[in-house]
């Protein structure tokens, strides 16, 4: 089992910026992939951005250029800058692992952490 712990969200005014931690623990090997994904009120989970072992990255296109994910393997800890917020980011985010342990592939959640743009 992997937990994830995630930190960092909160209240920020629009044009700000966070950063959010999400820290991997348990029987944390073969990570291969972790990422962040949010979900706002009546909306579906949608992904943000999700990084790869070897640091290839991916953003959702509402996020390009204003959000940054980037990764530290020896801590199994991923993190999420994000600046230029605007309301519509606001959401709950949730970290996201993918573990492969042959044959299979486990897929975890961390609980969440809230960022509310608003002034």
């Known amino acids: 089992q992997v937990q994830l712990v995630e930190s960092g969200g909160g209240l920020v005014q629009p044009g700000g910026s966070l950063r959010l931690s999400c820290a991997a623990s348990?029987?944390?090997?073969?990570?291969?992939?972790m990422g962040w994904y949010r979900q706002a009120p009546g909306k579906q989970r949608e992904l943000v951005a999700r990084?790869?072992?070897?640091?290839?990255?991916n953003y959702a296109d509402s996020v390009k250029g204003r959000f940054t994910i980037s990764r530290d393997n020896a801590k199994n800890t991923v993190y999420l800058q994000m600046t230029s917020l605007q309301p519509e980011d606001t959401a709950v985010y949730y970290c996201?692992?993918?573990?492969?342990?042959?044959?299979?592939?486990?897929?975890?959640w961390g609980r969440g952490t809230q960022v509310t743009v608003s002034s």
């Open positions: 348990g029987s944390n090997f073969n990570i291969y992939a």
């Open positions: 990084i790869f072992r070897g640091s290839s990255a």
């Open positions: 996201n692992a993918n573990q492969l342990r042959a044959p299979d592939n486990y897929e975890y």
